[in-house]
């Protein structure tokens, strides 16, 4: 609720400067506030349909989707809320006269449509940023209740703030006021970040980084008051992972400095070039030395042509199995216990998440069926085809047998890899028995457990998963370390470059001739 609010009253008393400035100046020409307010009210409309229509499709896509949305928007809002603190930090005591000379502009023209759509535009790019910045406040709140109510009550004193400072009622220190609001928003943003981060895992698309690194469980235990602050304020998980503490500290910090930063201590206008310069190269080599110094060399992946113990339903040794690639379609090759080798074609079937990963699914062509299955079955042969005791139903005082017996068998294996190496594979081995005569008034049907059964076992399934896992996490590291960070670190070098540059254009431009 906290963070919903504070977002409400800043943008929301934002917005309101913004309407207070122009109808100020309009009131003192003495013209009708009326378009203004048209342009007003279409914006807020507007607004409100993009807050909805995100909170919408968001909440009807799959899963999988839902996370990649909720990456986007959370990244979209720190972007928002990123720029906004800038662009307040730049603007704000140039922007009463900016408005003024757009509504002058507007009024010179005599066209009211000019005068509602600058009151539109101006509104409009708050709603927007308030609507990006509440849905994902929203996403990440524990109640959407209290978020709706915070969120309720700060546009609600906005809006009266915004009333009495129209009136001249009261005044306010609004420097003091974005400085210590701005602030509170850098821990929202950075909560987002963290989010964002983690839903992008969830997502599939960030796999780097996922280490624990400490657990705040004893600090904010689920559903305590410092769980609601701690994880629905400020976004910070009881058990963040290590990219996610890394994002959110190199947001902060900076964001932080930057709000908090004396403007006194700022460097001055002929000392920036100089300072964008010098953090331009400091980038710079730290891009090279990732280069130079990060390892290259991914690891090999966990090898598709290791054998695979197998053990029976029962838990005891089957034999081995491991899947082979020299065709154009994986087989698998399956050794029984007793040296013989059998080997299945397999078929794709798509994809499904098995033991926590994304997996290949295959199953193999069924093997024929036995040639010697009796034709007829005793009494004592069905107990011991239904594991000791006769199928409930079929008694032997009154159905003594002997049986005539139709097999049907079921010998379906299903293979599942991750880029082809094994990670489970279940032969399900069976047959249905269709039993007739033998003083059965009707026929009956039973399942009978094949001996041909068997499975990879759990512990061996939990350990590929793992390696699989543990592959990719450290191949994803190592193009961070020698790739991505390198090129990000060469961008915002040459960024700061450019800035530097015309900045020192705009210096020499403006010095008076010697």
Same mark, same amino acid.
């Given at each position: 609720?906290?963070?919903?609010?504070?977002?409400?009253?800043?943008?929301? /008393?934002?917005?309101?400067?913004? &309407?207070?400035?122009? !109808? %100020?100046?309009?009131?003192?020409?003495?013209?009708?506030?009326? $378009?203004?307010?048209?342009?007003?009210?279409?914006?807020?409309?507007?607004?409100?349909?993009?807050?909805? @229509?995100?909170?919408?499709?968001?909440?009807?896509?799959?899963?999988?989707?839902?996370?990649?949305?909720?990456?986007?928007?959370?990244?979209? !809002?720190?972007?928002?809320?990123?720029?906004?603190?800038? =662009?307040?930090?730049?603007?704000?005591?140039?922007? *009463?006269?900016?408005?003024?000379?757009?509504?002058?502009?507007?009024? *010179?023209?005599?066209? #009211?449509?000019?005068?509602?759509?600058?009151?539109?535009?101006?509104?409009?790019?708050?709603?927007?940023?308030?609507?990006?910045?509440?849905?994902?406040?929203?996403?990440?709140?524990?109640?959407?209740?209290?978020?709706?109510?915070?969120?309720?009550?700060?546009?609600?004193?906005?809006?009266? +703030?915004?009333?009495?400072?129209?009136?001249?009622?009261?005044?306010?220190?609004? %420097?003091?006021?974005?400085?210590?609001?701005?602030?509170?928003?850098?821990?929202?943003?950075?909560?987002?970040?963290?989010?964002? /981060?983690?839903?992008?895992?969830?997502?599939?698309?960030?796999?780097?980084?996922?280490?624990?690194?400490?657990?705040?469980?004893?600090?904010?235990?689920?559903?305590?008051?410092?769980?609601?602050?701690?994880?629905? &304020?400020?976004?910070?998980?009881?058990?963040?992972?290590? +990219?996610?503490?890394?994002?959110?500290?190199?947001?902060?910090?900076?964001?932080?400095?930057?709000?908090?930063?004396?403007?006194? =201590?700022?460097?001055?206008?002929?000392?920036? $070039?100089?300072?964008?310069?010098?953090?331009?190269?400091?980038?710079?080599? !730290?891009?090279?030395?990732?280069? #130079?110094?990060?390892?290259?060399?991914?690891?090999?992946?966990?090898?598709?042509?290791?054998?695979?113990?197998?053990?029976?339903?029962?838990?005891?040794?089957?034999?081995?199995?491991?899947?082979?690639?020299?065709?154009?379609?994986?087989?698998?090759?399956?050794?029984?216990?007793?040296?013989?080798?059998? @080997?299945?074609?397999?078929?794709?079937?798509?994809?499904?998440?098995?033991?926590?990963?994304?997996?290949?699914?295959?199953?193999?062509?069924?093997?024929?069926?036995?040639?010697?299955?009796?034709?007829?079955?005793?009494?004592?042969?069905?107990?011991?085809?239904?594991?000791?005791?006769?199928?409930?139903?079929?008694?032997?005082?009154?159905?003594?047998?002997?049986?005539?017996?139709? =097999? *049907?068998? *079921?010998?379906?294996?299903?293979?599942?890899?991750?880029?082809?190496?094994?990670?489970?594979?279940?032969?399900?081995?069976?047959?249905?028995?269709?039993?007739?005569?033998?003083?059965?008034?009707?026929?009956?049907?039973?399942?009978?457990?094949?001996?041909?059964? =068997?499975?990879?076992?759990?512990?061996? #399934?939990?350990?590929?998963?793992?390696?699989?896992?543990?592959?990719?996490?450290?191949?994803?590291?190592?193009?961070?370390?020698?790739?991505?960070?390198?090129?990000?670190?060469? +961008?915002?070098?040459?960024?700061?470059?450019?800035?530097?540059?015309?900045?020192?254009?705009?210096? /020499?431009?403006?010095?008076?001739?010697?």
């Amino acid at each position: 609720m906290l963070a919903t609010l504070v977002i409400g009253l800043r943008e929301g /008393l934002e917005a309101a400067l913004i &309407v207070g400035m122009i !109808a %100020a100046f309009l009131r003192r020409n003495a013209v009708s506030l009326k $378009p203004m307010w048209l342009g007003v009210a279409a914006a807020a409309v507007l607004s409100a349909l993009v807050g909805i @229509t995100l909170e919408i499709v968001s909440a009807s896509l799959p899963q999988a989707q839902q996370e990649a949305m909720e990456t986007v928007i959370g990244a979209a !809002a720190v972007v928002i809320v990123t720029f906004m603190i800038l =662009w307040m930090s730049k603007n704000s005591r140039t922007m *009463k006269s900016t408005l003024e000379q757009h509504a002058g502009s507007a009024l *010179k023209g005599g066209s #009211v449509a000019a005068l509602a759509g600058m009151a539109f535009l101006a509104v409009l790019r708050e709603g927007v940023e308030t609507a990006v910045f509440m849905v994902a406040a929203f996403q990440s709140s524990l109640s959407p209740l209290a978020a709706g109510s915070g969120a309720v009550l700060g546009l609600a004193i906005a809006s009266g +703030i915004g009333v009495v400072l129209f009136r001249g009622a009261i005044k306010v220190n609004l %420097a003091r006021f974005f400085t210590a609001t701005g602030a509170f928003l850098v821990f929202v943003a950075a909560g987002l970040v963290m989010k964002s /981060l983690r839903t992008a895992h969830e997502a599939g698309w960030l796999n780097i980084g996922q280490d624990a690194t400490v657990s705040l469980a004893w600090l904010a235990p689920n559903g305590s008051a410092r769980a609601s602050i701690l994880t629905g &304020v400020l976004g910070i998980p009881n058990d963040p992972r290590l +990219i996610e503490v890394a994002g959110w500290a190199l947001y902060l910090v900076p964001m932080l400095a930057f709000v908090l930063w004396p403007r006194s =201590w700022r460097p001055s206008a002929a000392r920036l $070039p100089r300072v964008q310069f010098a953090a331009a190269g400091t980038l710079a080599v !730290a891009a090279l030395a990732l280069a #130079v110094v990060a390892p290259m060399t991914v690891p090999a992946p966990p090898s598709p042509a290791g054998t695979t113990p197998l053990v029976t339903a029962g838990g005891q040794p089957s034999g081995t199995v491991r899947v082979t690639l020299g065709g154009a379609t994986p087989a698998l090759a399956v050794t029984a216990g007793d040296g013989t080798k059998t @080997t299945y074609p397999l078929t794709s079937q798509g994809t499904e998440s098995h033991a926590g990963r994304t997996a290949g699914v295959y199953t193999a062509e069924p093997a024929a069926a036995p040639a010697a299955d009796p034709a007829k079955v005793s009494a004592t042969e069905l107990a011991g085809l239904n594991g000791g005791r006769m199928p409930v139903g079929i008694s032997s005082q009154e159905s003594p047998g002997p049986f005539q017996a139709a =097999w *049907k068998h *079921k010998r379906n294996i299903t293979v599942w890899l991750v880029n082809g190496a094994l990670l489970d594979a279940v032969n399900s081995a069976g047959a249905t028995l269709t039993l007739s005569g033998g003083g059965l008034s009707t026929t009956r049907t039973i399942v009978v457990a094949g001996g041909g059964q =068997w499975q990879v076992p759990g512990a061996h #399934v939990s350990a590929a998963a793992a390696e699989l896992t543990a592959h990719e996490s450290a191949a994803a590291e190592i193009v961070l370390w020698s790739l991505y960070l390198p090129v990000a670190f060469a +961008i915002a070098a040459l960024l700061l470059a450019l800035a530097g540059r015309r900045n020192r254009r705009q210096l /020499l431009a403006t010095a008076p001739p010697p």
